[in-house]
């Protein structure tokens, strides 16, 4: 339990950076995910 505690302290910074981009890709999708009414008015809007 040591090593893992010290790999985590060592390296927290990676470990930030990688909780980061995986959080920002969440936050991406549901924002996609939830404005799928205003994609179709703009491609009816198109035509």
């Known amino acids: 339990m040591d090593n893992l505690v010290d ?3 060592n390296n927290y910074i990676w470990f ?3 909780a980061l ?3 920002f890709a969440l936050i991406g ?3 996609d995910m ?3 009414i205003k994609k179709k ?3 009816k ?3």
Do not use: G, M
């Open 16 to 18: 930030l950076v990688i």
């Open 34 to 36: 939830t404005n799928p």
């Open 41 to 43: 008015n703009k491609d």
């Open 7 to 9: 790999f985590i302290l």
């Open 21 to 23: 981009v995986l959080i």
């Open 45 to 47: 809007l198109k035509k």
């Open 29 to 31: 999708y549901l924002v």
